[in-house]
């Protein structure tokens, strides 16, 4: 089981930047995936999260309308579209697979975690 995270980078504010996590398939087409962010000295912090089907997502209020998550089955990926970068979005990207066809925003809902990518907005 394992899951890649990669698309990181620094990027100026108002940028945009689209991360990837690919996973092994058994964990994949079935597990509801979310995306997580642990700024420097912070809690980790749920930012989106969609189910297995692809059919429902949810977002942290702080990126709603300026993030999309989605999902490709023929490729086992998950993305994160970021828009409209701002500084406070400059973080570590988790991609995480729920335990369950639907994700949610607790971290101890998901069983399996990505090795993070860093995400550094410039002012």
């Known amino acids: 089981v394992q899951l890649q995270a990669s698309g990181g980078g620094v990027v100026q504010a108002g940028g945009s930047l689209r991360l990837s996590c690919a996973a092994s398939g058994r964990i994949f087409s079935n597990n509801g995936m979310g995306w997580f962010r642990q700024a420097p000295g912070k809690e980790r912090e749920f930012v989106a999260t969609?189910?297995?089907?692809?059919?429902?997502?949810v977002y942290a209020g702080s990126v709603k309308g300026q993030f999309t998550i989605s999902r490709d089955y023929a490729k086992n990926t998950v993305y994160l579209q970021m828009n409209s970068l701002k500084p406070e979005d400059t973080a570590v990207y988790f991609c995480?697979?729920?335990?369950?066809?639907?994700?949610?925003?607790?971290?101890?809902?998901?069983?399996?975690w990505g090795q993070g990518t860093q995400v550094t907005v410039s002012s």
């Open positions: 969609i189910s297995w089907s692809g059919g429902s997502t």
């Open positions: 995480a697979a729920a335990r369950r066809a639907y994700g949610s925003s607790t971290l101890s809902d998901y069983a399996y």
